[in-house]
């Protein structure tokens, strides 16, 4: 927010009588209580001869492009002579007898723009009738001069003064960053609080105190009955007022001093009426609006728009409504978009003498909502959004008709109408040892209740408790930790000491963690390259595979706010990600790949959670509803692989990447897992009917892996003959081998042996029967051949194994070797018929 530091001054002023802060002082001021400043700035410098003039004639001078106006200006003794000054402007808001601001020959204003006495549209131009922009009081262009009225009494000057101190140029603009959650702050009333704490000054509330504002407020015994008013509940609109003003003169000029506060907070001034509405909402905090009463008719209904409304709001443009907005209507339609700007239907004109003043509290976010929604930001919706303070309505009304009767000779016509109720605020209880607690500093019990006091809280001590109700303007002072940050940034985050915590000694990584460590490792060394799978994934990616229709892999978690809405839900599996980056690699020229990914999926189990009321811990059996709601997550681990694994040279001729090896990367997750995998012959989409590989540990299908199907993969653009893996890392055992495994220090003994099975055998069944017959002292066993010859048979094959022998304490002789291959060569004959070949 943009504030002058001599409006502060003045305004803390009434309560410290003399105080007085450097621009830098009071920067450090709103930093020390935990508002940061965008900077400051002075208003740029004007030197030499700046007078008050009073405009004696004016000449309009015709054929040019534009109206240009000749004037004659009594500028007193100012310009050495006392005789009239002549001046070319072309501002039209001002007339004989306006007093106006004069800058002499000699005079240099902002931007070294320097005033001399030229010829110009065939006269001599003796000086500038100044405007605020010209002065620097605000960096927007402005339509017209400074016109100070014809009341010369008034401004207590002479004609020629000096109008360096009267206009304020000697003062310094800060720009204070408001947080969303400090709405109050966007006021001079909220700053001034602030910057009383800051540098511990007596604070006297401005909208108590209507003379700390320099208003005598005063309400007529006689008044009319104010307008029914209607208010929808379902509207949420917490407090909503009215007060009609009337017999106002419609030629009456916003008082400068007005005027200059609301340029230098960035807003325009207009006409009297809308400029006092402005004026009280950057002073206290309260946007108001000013309708003009003859246009207004009937009953004043707070209503949702309905579908179909529009409003032509004052900046012009005719807006299309939606059922959620709220907006202000009367008998022949609406007036006004509640909380966000006003209707050009009843806006005030130069023509107006009646005029309703409105204050509401709007609900924040049904304000937000439309404000986005119509891309209409106002200083209003600023305010609204935030929260503001439900009390002010009365005080606001009450003002702003008091500055419209001083200033434009109207009077208080009718009662106000106030409807709603301003909510009760929250008893928070909190330990009063809690701010020491919090911070590692003692604070004393009056230090706690004094800070509390000056944010505005109702403070009662009971026993070891405080129980605090917080002020009207602080909607977000709700749980004992927003009352200790008050204390906190109000004593001074500056006096707590960083001190290094001292940590606690812990078990290190759990059993499930060093397991996934050790999975990533071991893919990473076995020449993987990691990627982070996203977990969005393209909603046609099923159709694509030609999954069934209950495939569990179908149950995904919908987003209701994608980034992009062809990904919008969120993966069962990982291979969709994982192709996606295949794809990227190859379109970019990279064909030879091995990736893997270590990710959780989602599974959905219900379609939406249910909303819990958080004002209490809800009960078990909610949240037992909540926690089942919530989508299953399991940790999967995934590789893709395409082009070639070994590169051709002189070591060899290379080799392509086959569903082998997708079969050998599960071998290596579950060697890290330190659990025993099962291959067995396997169909799942979107694999290869006939190159597909289930997973299985403790015979419990845990994954898959081999060739992709060829018609996928051609859907998607990616290269022929692409395999992948994925497993559920979850449904592993989790396996703690401890302690560690004792090596034995005795030779090893190597035997070999060849068994002819049928042709339908899996390899791997063979392999487990040799393993259990060759008992303990078999180390390792491998296949390393696969024989098919005319002399074995049709349907036959030889599988040729090697064996590894070694005693734990001894040295095994090679007839205990010989007996163990010959009781595994009897248990493959009980269970395949196996005949060992010699």
């Known amino acids: 927010m943009l504030i002058s530091q001599n409006w502060l001054t003045k305004l803390i002023g009434h309560a410290n009588p003399g105080w007085q802060a450097t621009a830098a002082d009071l920067d450090a001021g709103f930093v020390r209580v935990g508002f940061e400043t965008e900077g400051y700035a002075n208003i740029p410098e004007t030197t030499g001869k700046l007078v008050l003039g009073k405009v004696a004639e004016i000449t309009e001078l015709t054929g040019f492009k534009k109206p240009i106006r000749y004037c004659q200006v009594d500028v007193g003794s100012a310009n050495g002579t006392g005789e009239l000054q002549g001046i070319i402007c072309g501002a039209r808001n001002f007339e004989t007898g306006d007093l106006v601001a004069v800058a002499l020959p000699g005079a240099v204003l902002p931007g070294n723009f320097e005033i001399s006495a030229r010829e110009t549209y065939g006269h001599i131009s003796a000086g500038m009738i100044c405007s605020a922009s010209e002065l620097g009081l605000t960096d927007k262009p402005t ?24 206009l304020g140029l000697d003062d310094t603009i800060f720009d204070v960053n408001i947080t969303p959650d400090r709405g109050y702050a966007l006021s001079a009333r909220g700053l001034v609080r602030e910057v009383a704490s800051a540098f511990n000054l007596n604070l006297v509330d401005i909208a108590a105190t209507p003379a700390a504002i320099g208003c005598d407020i ?35 000029q916003t008082p400068f001093w ?27 905090g309260q946007p108001m609006h000013a309708f003009d009463a003859a246009k207004i008719n009937g009953s004043i209904d707070i209503r949702y728009a309905q579908a179909g409304e529009t409003l032509t709001t004052l900046d012009g443009v005719e807006r299309k409504l939606d059922p959620a907005d709220v907006v202000i209507a009367d008998e022949t339609g609406i007036q006004s978009l509640a909380g966000v700007m006003g209707g050009a239907n009843s806006e005030i004109s130069d023509n107006t003498t009646e005029v309703y003043l409105e204050a509401a509290n709007w609900d924040a976010l049904t304000v937000a909502r439309t404000s986005r929604r119509l891309k209409l930001t106002s200083e209003a919706s600023r305010r609204f959004e935030r929260g503001v303070d439900p009390q002010l309505i009365e005080i606001s009304l009450d003002l702003a008709a008091s500055l419209l009767v001083t200033y434009g000779g109207g009077r208080v016509s009718s009662e106000k109408v106030l409807v709603g109720e301003t909510p009760a605020m929250p008893v928070i209880e909190m330990r009063t040892s809690k701010p ?18 000056e944010v505005g809280c109702a403070v009662t001590h009971v026993g070891e408790n405080f129980q605090i109700i917080p002020p009207s303007w602080r909607p977000d002072l709700n749980i004992p930790a927003d009352l200790v940050e008050e204390v906190l940034r109000l004593e001074g985050l500056e006096d707590i000491p960083s001190v290094l915590p001292t940590p606690r000694g812990g078990h290190g990584y759990t059993q499930v963690q060093r397991r996934r460590r050790a999975v990533g490792h071991a893919l990473a060394y076995g020449g993987y390259a990691e990627i982070l799978p996203t977990p969005f994934i393209a909603t046609d990616t099923f159709d694509i595979w030609e999954l069934p229709a209950d495939d569990p892999r179908r149950n995904v978690v919908k987003v209701q706010n994608p980034l992009e809405s062809h990904h919008s ?23 030879d790949l091995s990736l893997f990914g270590l990710q959780q999926v989602a599974f959905a189990r219900a379609e939406k959670s249910p909303m819990l009321d958080v004002t209490a811990r809800p009960e078990e059996s909610a949240l037992s509803q909540l926690l089942n709601s919530l989508p299953e997550q399991p940790l999967h681990v995934a590789t893709v692989g395409t082009g070639n694994i070994e590169y051709q040279g002189p070591w060899g001729e ?13 071998r290596i997750v579950s060697r890290a897992a330190g659990v025993d995998l099962e291959v067995r012959a396997g169909q799942n989409l979107p694999w290869h009917p006939g190159r597909c590989a289930e997973l299985l540990v403790d015979s419990v299908v845990v994954g898959y892996a081999g060739e992709l199907h060829p018609q996928i993969l051609q859907r998607l653009n990616l290269p022929a003959r692409t395999c992948a893996m994925e497993l559920d890392l979850n449904a592993l055992p989790v396996v703690e081998k401890l302690p560690a495994p004792v090596l034995s220090a005795y030779p090893a003994l190597h035997q070999d042996i060849a068994l002819v099975v049928s042709e339908e055998v899996p390899a791997e069944e063979v392999r487990k029967a040799i393993s259990a017959g060759a008992g303990e002292l078999l180390e390792e066993v491998k296949l390393f051949d696969i024989y098919r010859s005319e002399q074995l048979g ?36 009980e269970r395949f018929n196996a005949e060992m070949r010699a």
Not at 572 to 591: D, I, K, Q
């Open 569 to 591: 839900i969120i993966g069962t599996t990982l291979l969709p990600s994982m192709l996606e980056a295949v794809g990227r690699n190859v379109s970019r020229g990279r064909t």
């Open 794 to 829: 049709a349907g036959k094959k030889s599988l040729a194994f090697s064996m590894l022998f070694r005693a734990p304490d001894r040295t095994l002789t090679d007839a205990e070797a010989n007996e163990a291959r010959l009781q595994a060569a009897q248990l493959a004959a």
């Open 143 to 166: 339509s017209g001069i400074i016109n100070l009225g014809k009341d010369l009494n008034s401004l207590h000057l002479e004609l020629g003064a000096d109008l360096q101190e009267f």
């Open 258 to 284: 007005i005027q200059r506060e609301l340029l230098i907070c960035g807003a325009r001034p207009v006409n009297l009426a809308t400029d006092i509405t402005n004026y009280v909402m950057f002073l206290l």
């Open 654 to 666: 290379g080799r392509s990447y086959t569903f082998a090896d997708a079969i050998e990367s599960a």
């Open 218 to 252: 005063k309400v007529p015994d006689t008044l009319t009955k104010g307008p029914e008013v209607k208010l929808a509940t379902e509207t949420k609109t917490r407090r909503f007022g009215i007060l009609k003003v009337s017999e106002i003169d419609s030629a009456a």
């Open 436 to 453: 020491s607690e919090i911070a590692g500093v003692d604070y004393s019990l009056d230090t706690v209740t004094k800070r509390l006091e």
